[in-house]
Structures are given as structure tokens and as C-alpha cells.
Nanobody, 127 residues
Framework: QVQLVESGGGSVQAGGSLRLSCATS????????MAWFRQVSGKEREGVAQ????????YYSDSVKGRFTISQDNAKNTLYLQMNSLKPEDTAMYYC????????????????????WGQGTQVTVSS
């Protein structure tokens, strides 16, 4: 079955960097929208970044644009999120997610479109 396993979270001071990884298995890494979401306890899950497995098209939320970079290694079936210039407000549980799409990803990064999720990795940024 489809499995998504995140890693790379941790604690860092403001201004620092972290690189999250999402190892995928159980499906062909093709024709899927891949995304990173984050969630703070008690708040709605927020879309952070999105990429299509078969193109270089990416999408970022305004809150992370210019600081975070989503990328993938198709040969390794792995998704990444490079997070630079981290801020305390980036503190959250970060989730990797996927959904099948034959044509590409919607311009709207909405969690309801995604049906495969990882267990999450915690990112904590201290001031």
C-alpha cells in the first residue's frame, strides 16, 4: 500500500534551516501531486508547497515563498522541503501528502484533494 514517511524535523533557532524528507513507497512515483502541509495543534492544516511528479511546476503559500523550496528525486521516490530563514511561526507538525492526478496539480493547495498522508515530523523554531 502507499506509504509516506517523513523525516528531518527538529528544533532550530530562528534564522536557521532544516531539510525535510518524505520517502514514498507502494506506488509508482509518477502522475501524482506531492505536497507539504503543516498544522499547529488547534488550528487548520495549512498547505505549504506542492509539486507534480512529472513536471517542475511548483506552488508555495505566501507565508513560505522565497524561504522554502520543494523538490523531488524521482529515482529515489523521495520528496524534500528545504526550509531556510526559519521563523518561530513556522513551528508546526509537517506532513507529506500525495494524490493521483493524470494532468497535474490544482493551483489551490487544499488538503481535501490529498488522500495519502504521512505521520508527520515536528519542526520547532525558537526565537
Amino acid at each position: 500500500q502507499v506509504q509516506l514517511v517523513e523525516s528531518g524535523g527538529g528544533s532550530v533557532q530562528a534564522g536557521g534551516s532544516l531539510r525535510l524528507s518524505c520517502a514514498t513507497s507502494g506506488y509508482s512515483y509518477s502522475f501524482y501531486c506531492m505536497a507539504w502541509f503543516r498544522q499547529v495543534s488547534g488550528k487548520e492544516r495549512e498547505g505549504v508547497a506542492q509539486i507534480y511528479t512529472d513536471s517542475s511546476n511548483t506552488y508555495y503559500s505566501d507565508s513560505v515563498k522565497g524561504r522554502f523550496t520543494i523538490s523531488q528525486d524521482n529515482a529515489k521516490n523521495t520528496l524534500y522541503l528545504q526550509m531556510n530563514s526559519l521563523k518561530p511561526e513556522d513551528t508546526a507538525m509537517y506532513y507529506c501528502a500525495a494524490h493521483y492526478s493524470a494532468w497535474g496539480c490544482s493551483a489551490h493547495l487544499e488538503s481535501v484533494r490529498y488522500n495519502y498522508w504521512g505521520q508527520g515530523t515536528q519542526v520547532t523554531v525558537s526565537s
